[in-house]
């Protein structure tokens, strides 16, 4: 499909490729020109990302195609931070700067002659719920999720011109963003409820009694002991934000009487990401001391 043309599947194409430096790819095409916005955290730097999709189209060698636009966005501006038209049938495929004000215009060309109602204040996000309603998204979706539906809806949005509802859908996005990476602190368990526990872990090994403990917490992990140090581990792509996860089993540990869980001799705690290879990509080394 690539090879014929199809502006979603050169996208996917290329969004697989640069999406390990945190940039998505999409695209729509008209007649012979594709058009493709590249976003990121950052904007992404014009010179590199021009010269590699140039060479990801020349290797397709897409006979359908003799025009690019490419446009470099970052994720919490309205409008992109660049634009280049480069013509691929010309034998230098000249690169031209595009005028980003003429772009957005002539997006908002083919837009119904009348104009869409203007959104309501209510749209605004002020509640989580209204802010996953906005973005179009179930309640509990995941970062990549609000992160994909945002940039989907602000592109149509400013193809449509419409820079309130970019607006809305920034504090929207700005919002889940931080509600997921910073989730609000659970509550410590009520003593009663520890002592049912520790009598139902009293037959575990001290790695089985840990692994309960974080279950308990709703913390996925794998956890192992080696000597004086405990390590607990878990894939990348699971944890949005392994700093705060460490602190909160960190903590949750230093709760606990060390010595009655079996690891009163332990010294170290060793928190680990990993990647799907089992190779460490994130890792911190914190105290951990046996209590009497």
């Not at 309960?212 to 992990?221: P, T």
């Amino acid at each position: 499909m690539a090879k014929g043309g199809d502006a979603a599947a050169i996208a996917d194409l290329i969004n697989q490729a640069l999406r390990a430096k945190g940039i998505t790819v999409r695209g729509d095409r008209h007649g012979t020109c594709l058009r493709l916005w590249l976003t990121g955290q950052t904007l992404p730097p014009e010179t590199q990302t021009v010269s590699y999709v140039r060479q990801g189209i020349d290797r397709l060698q897409v006979k359908a195609i003799t025009r690019l636009h490419i446009y470099g966005e970052q994720a919490d501006q309205p409008a992109p931070g660049w634009g280049v038209d480069v013509e691929l049938d010309s034998p230098q495929a000249e690169v031209k700067p595009l005028d980003l004000n003429q772009t957005v215009e002539t997006a908002a060309e083919p837009a119904p002659a009348v104009a869409p109602p203007e959104p309501a204040s209510s749209d605004a996000p002020g509640t989580l719920e209204q802010a996953y309603l906005l973005l179009e998204l179930e309640p509990g979706a995941a970062l990549k999720d609000v992160e994909g539906a945002y940039f989907k809806l602000k592109a149509q949005a400013l193809r449509q011109g419409d820079r309130s509802r970019v607006e809305a859908l920034k504090q929207a996005f700005h919002q889940l963003k931080d509600y997921i990476e910073h989730p609000p602190a659970k509550p410590a368990p009520a003593p009663q409820a520890n002592a049912v526990a520790d009598a139902a872990t009293a037959d575990l090994t001290p790695v089985e009694r840990v692994q309960a403990l974080l279950k308990r917490q709703r913390l996925s992990a794998q956890v192992n002991l080696e000597g004086r140090q405990l390590n607990i581990s878990w894939l990348a792509v699971r944890v949005v934000n392994p700093e705060d996860a460490a602190y909160q089993i960190h903590s949750l540990l230093l709760s606990q009487n060390l010595t009655a869980l079996g690891l009163g001799d332990v010294e170290t705690l060793v928190i680990s990401s990993l990647s799907r290879n089992q190779s460490v990509v994130w890792q911190q080394v914190l105290p951990l001391r046996g209590k009497a």
